[in-house]
Every structure is written in C-alpha cells, then in structure tokens.
C-alpha cells in the first residue's frame, strides 16, 4: 500500500532537481503528471527580468524560457521569446541590441552572484514555489516551465506545461529551431548520465 493519495502532487525543489524528480516518479508510483520539479522556473523568471530591463518594460509583458536541465546544459530558447506576443527583436526599442550569449550566462550565473553578495537564494526560489502551489491548489493553468518525465526524451527535464490541479494538465508543444533542439538533446544526455550513476 502506498503511503500516498492516488491525487498527491509531488513538487520536488531540492538540487539536482532533474534527478530527483526522476527518481520521484520512478519511485512514488504516482501518474507522471503528478510529480514535478522546480526546474527551471526561477532561471527562467530571472531571465524575464533581465530582458525586461533591457527592453523597459514590465516583467509580466516577456515571454521567454531556460529549458533543460536546472544547472549547467540549460539553455535559453530565444526563438520563442516574445515581448507582448511580438518576437523578440523587432519588439526592442530601437537601438537596443541584446547580447545573447551574455544574457543566457548572465541568466544562469545569477543564483551564484546572490549567494556571493547576500549569501542566500531562498527568496527566490520561495517565491517560485509559492507560485507553483497556486497553480496547483487553485487549478489556474498557468504555462510554465518544470521538470517533468519526458517520454521521448527517457528524463525529466524542464519544458513548459499548462499546471492545473491535477499536475501537469498537458505540455505545451513548442517549435525550438534546430541549435535549441540540439542543445535539448545534449541536456537529456547527460541528465541520462547523471542518473544511471
């Protein structure tokens, strides 16, 4: 007999998450769907933020994504960033050019320059999380970006999904160009590794 309800919504936070999300739906005997892990939602808000400063305007007004692994193959998929449904660059003031190898960098070095000037991140990823239990508990179907079990893939790993009540209500098929594709496959691989380890 399992120590869980059949209903129970496993939201994994602890690093590495992608593995431990994995081991949780492997384990948990829970439907896939309902077992998630932070992932890359924060690297993700971060770099919504950053882009926003940029382009000055509201953080709410940017669409962009870190997909993969939370940790060092993540990736930015800018050719589904949009400002205001725009894509990206024709939406920029002008004059504005986003340097975008910088950017991603920047994006997923951020947790380390917090920790090396407050000596936390905790803010950060309790507003995450506090957001992901909205989603859940009041079945607002947010799209965002999560580690979830990715049959094709044979991983968990952050791509974005409508979260509802019931976990994962469905994923969101996006179109990644082929260098994004590639980077996805390459961060499934060593997600692979990480966990037959």
Sequence with gaps: MSPLRPDTILLLVANPVDALTFFAQKFSNLPKKQVIGSGTFLDSARLRGILAAKAHVAASSVYAYVLGEHGESQFVAWSL???????????????????????????????????????????????????LCRSILFDKRDVVPVSHWQEGLGVCLSMPVVLGREGVVRCVQVNLDKDEEKKLKGSAGELRDMVNK
């Design 81 to 131: 960033a949009r400002i205001g449904g725009v894509p990206l660059d024709p939406a920029l003031p002008e004059g504005v050019k986003l340097d975008k190898d910088a950017i991603a960098e920047e994006t997923k070095n951020k947790a380390t320059n917090i920790i090396n000037n407050k000596g936390v991140t905790n803010y950060g990823i309790g507003a995450v999380v506090a957001s």
